[in-house]
């Protein structure tokens, strides 16, 4: 074997050996919290390789040389995620509602809006991230972030609730009995003109 | 162990035209295009600084500064931008009209190289700035082209070649690039089917149901769907299977063709049913691009065979 092609082999390992870790890394977490139909022992096994799987993350600290390199060829190499995509089931999905109230009483109704459809996909999976994170700090701003765009869009607006709730789905079963989709509300934020913080309320 | 030795080098880098670089590059090309312009109305909307814009992009910068500094971002670019004298805005509507100028060159075939670093370099930056409104198709483009742009550019087919008359590429380094390609395409479907057959929602009518009358991806109306409630189990069983089965059925000349069909086919419905138009073109780029050729040339082969037998 040439000498390039040595070099090329490596990278070739140290690439594919990156992708399979992430790959299992996700596949053990979403065995080790329950999320797939396989039985108990599996799910225990998972949860004893787990620390393994997210050892490099857990040991090396933020400043890291090895870890901030690592993290910056995940990224940039594209492969800082796995491929579980709609997998192992398809979530519901979340919504959120701002409520514009008007100085004279009147009340609007508007959702995050954008002008394409391209972009309409990309605001839907932030709505999710919004759904999908445990920190209230992050959720609380990027809500916020939202609040303020949509009241840029209507200067006159006096106040702002966004209300943030999950969407449940009917089953194809339910779909024929009449039932359609439906929402359960999770949280929901007030704000004001004056610089003050939002006023929060949880289900 | 030489023989192993010289299997793994068979493997990994066997003489091949360079067919498949053209095509990945074009495929690459028209995304960026398509990329670029379905984000024209929205581009300064989802990328703009803090206090403006949807959400901004200071804060998934942030993020991924704590994770590394040397990850590409646009607050790069803007920075760079505003130092010379342009306003943010007018510096997001040039970094658009880059991007969309190196999908161009892309397409036909010119200043290759240049124009792969630069749509691969430009399009990180707006995935990793973008950070929470970015999903898989920034994933697969970002994987694309950072294959793209390492491959022995510029290949054949390009304007490049015609103007500059290079002398040909190592075939064996064209053939190791898309054994790469080959190769991240299986785990991505090995994982992806993996993934999927444990989850109890694809084996019934339950998570292709859900997938489909989920806003933003319920383009059918649910009243149409619910005609065809018996299809969905089979469907989604087909998907788990076609998806985890890709890495051993693709590699067979025998079953390569009809699993290359098939696996286009279910991104073609996924973009038309779903909406996901750009997720499609990438993922079928990419297949055709690794798999596509020497599909005729596998049939010919066969039938050469079978002349000379």
Known sequence: MLRQQRVYLAWFVLHFLLIITI???????????KLTILPAPFRAAAQKVEPIATALDDKLSASNPLRRALLTYLHIAGIDRGYGYFAPNVPS???LVFELHCPDGRVQYELPGVNSAAAGLRVASLVDEIGRTNSDPLREYIIKALAASAWREHPGVKT??????????PSPAEFERGKRESYDFLYAYDFSRAEEPAKAENH | MARWRERLRA????????????????????????YTLSLRADWNYLFAGPGEGLIGRALPEALLSTESPLVPRLGWLVMLATRIGFSESTALSIVWWVLLFAGCCLV???????SAILAWFVHLCAAESGGFISYGVDNFMTIG??????????????????WRKLPPKDPQLIGFFRRVLQVHLCLIYFFGGLAKCLGSGWWDVSNLWRALI????????PE????????????????????????????????????????CAMHLAIGLTMGMYLFASIMIVLNVAAFGPGLRLARNETLVRAALS
């Open chain 1, 23 to 33: 790959s299992c890394r996700d596949i053990v977490w979403l065995v080790a919290h």
């Open chain 1, 93 to 95: 999905g979340y919504k």
């Open chain 1, 160 to 169: 702002v609730r966004a209300v943030f709730g999950s969407l449940n789905l």
């Open chain 2, 11 to 34: 493997f990994l880098f066997p003489p091949e035209a360079d067919l498949w670089l053209g095509l990945l590059r074009i495929g690459l090309g028209l995304q960026v295009l398509l």
């Open chain 2, 108 to 114: 036909i075939g010119i200043f290759s190289r240049t």
């Open chain 2, 145 to 162: 082209l950072f294959y793209l742009m390492l491959s022995p550019l510029p290949g054949r087919y390009s304007l490049d070649q015609r």
């Open chain 2, 214 to 221: 989920r806003p933003p991806f319920n383009v059918i109306a």
């Open chain 2, 224 to 263: 149409i769907l619910i005609r065809l409630k018996n299809v969905f189990p089979v469907a989604g069983i087909a998907i788990c299977l076609l998806e985890i089965s890709y890495p051993v059925f693709i590699w067979n000349r025998r079953t390569r063709g009809i699993w290359l069909m098939c696996i």
